[in-house]
């Protein structure tokens, strides 16, 4: 799989990243395209997984950053977990134990591939705190190993104005789930 992008693919995702950040001004106060701009015109392998979660209408925008690290938080911030992310398992031991009806793959297999991680419950609760997401899908997030050594994962959605954490086979899959990803910048 090509992991750089073009030229014209550069500029086109640079400039809807910085109509998204534009647009969405109160999920990143405080900070400035311009140095976003520059630090991602010199991470072309950031802006290859920040493509990838756009084409998988995933909508990555800035979130946060650590003024330790010195990190930006590129988060995906469309209204649903992902359309191009949805109808996976959990991981690859899951699918590997699946016998019928296997999805497509799965949801820590194709994070790793995108070069990103799922989510985790402290990550996506943050979200929540900007915006109103999952009202009618859910996400997949990071599991605990002791819960996924006994063949569960963890995943999350918005009903009723509230965040639930849920629990299901690792194996399992649906339509409406996926998983939202965070990138390090």
Known sequence: MKQSLSTTEQTVLLNTLKARFEANTSRHKGLTWEKIRIKLEENPAK????????????????IGFDANTQHYFFVDCSEESPKGRRSLCFDQQAWDTRK????????????????????SEEQYRYLQTLGKF??????????????????????????????????????????????????LL
């Open 134 to 183: 999952d009202l009618k899908t859910s996400s997949w997030i990071q599991t605990p190993d002791s819960i996924r050594k006994l063949g569960g994962a963890l995943f999350c959605d918005r009903r009723y104005d509230h965040i639930f954490v849920y629990h299901n086979g690792a194996i399992s899959y649906y339509a409406a789930r996926g998983f939202r990803a965070i990138l």
């Open 100 to 119: 019928d009806h296997k999805p497509e793959g799965n949801a820590m297999t194709l994070a790793k591939q995108m070069g990103v991680e799922i989510l």
């Open 47 to 62: 802006l290859w997984s920040l493509q990838q979660m756009e084409i998988s209408d995933g909508e990555p925008d800035v």
